[in-house]
């Protein structure tokens, strides 16, 4: 088992930055990579970053250059730092832990953290 605590949403103007924490606790050992998804009203969850065991991060060309994704090993905590945002950025951001089970990948979810860009 793993859990996922997110922190860090809130609402800022467009330009301005916010940064995400997710801090994971259980069977972390286990965790092959963490992430964070957005997800828009009215629209499907999307992968915005990714960051591998051995720290190789991955990002959704809309994010590229505004974003970074990072984690502090000691600390069990992944990090989503946005700058530049855009009011389509607004979203309900969650964190993910992928697990391998041996035969495939399970997901674990954090609660989720809004983040809303006024114009």
């Known amino acids: 088992q793993v859990q996922l605590v997110e922190s860090g949403g809130g609402l800022v103007q467009a330009g301005g930055s916010l940064r995400l924490s997710c801090a994971a606790s259980g069977n972390i050992g286990s965790i092959r990579t963490m992430g964070w998804y957005r997800q828009a009203p009215g629209k499907q969850r999307e992968l915005v970053a990714s960051i591998t065991s051995s720290s190789s991060t991955d990002y959704v060309d809309s994010v590229k250059g505004r974003f970074t994704i990072s984690r502090d090993i000691a600390k069990n905590t992944v990090y989503l730092q946005m700058n530049s945002l855009k009011p389509e950025d607004t979203a309900v951001y969650y964190c993910?832990?992928?697990?391998?089970?041996?035969?495939?990948?399970?997901?674990?979810w954090g609660q989720g953290t809004q983040a809303t860009v006024s114009s």
């Open positions: 993910n832990a992928k697990v391998w089970l041996g035969v495939g990948d399970y997901d674990y």
